[in-house]
């Protein structure tokens, strides 16, 4: 669903293209007029009749159509980011447990001795190598998730959840590289501890991340 407009679950008038349709009729985000779902379609976020479809075109070419947008809340980013980030955390403690415990951890048996390794043609490789392996592969998942549900849905599912979605500035379906561009920023700035100058962005009139403010996108209220 979209910022704008809605679905009824019913309604006296019968939409005025399909009279025989009472039932189920949204509202035109411009004009207010309840039509049936065949004859309406999201615009810029917005739900359009065909009468009101020029002038929103028209809206979302010249910029005007930031003024609809009804922002995300913070409450809601946050509750967001935190469902995304508990979806890798059990993954992501059971492999750095198990890295922990491969590198220092005891091993059963004999442990083989390094002559007998090196004319093996084996090196040891115990070390803090394996957990920090973990860590960094549980981070590209993370980075590779949140970029391609951003670049099919424009939502993660934390973001779905909670009912709010990552756009342009006019209310369009955000594209591919601006997914990437705010995974791959807001992780990196996570990783040299510029997440929280990050997040005090969101404080701003836009409520827009430094991260928002890389891929140009906006984060708004999207009703399921």
Known sequence: M?????????SLAPCPNHPLVTHGLGACGRCGQAFCGDCLVQLGGLLTC???KLGRLSELRSGTAD?????????????????????????????????LLYSYGPHFGRAPSAAELARAGIHQQRGVW?????SFLLLFCGVLYEAWMLAARGQTLGKMA?????????????RAGQAWVRALS????????????????IFTPRRRTLHDRLAKTVVVKWRR
């Open 50 to 52: 065909a009468g009101c």
């Open 67 to 99: 003024l609809e947008l009804q922002l995300a809340g913070r409450g809601r980013r946050f509750t967001a980011a935190s469902l995304d980030s508990l979806l890798f955390l059990g993954p992501w403690f059971a492999l750095y447990v198990s890295g």
């Open 186 to 201: 807001g992780t990196l700035m996570a990783l040299v501890y510029l997440n929280y100058v990050d997040d005090l962005f």
């Open 162 to 174: 909670v009912g709010i979605k990552v756009v342009t500035p006019q209310g369009g379906d955000i």
């Open 130 to 134: 394996l957990p920090v392996l973990c």
């Open 2 to 10: 979209s910022p704008g407009g809605g679905f009824l679950n019913s």
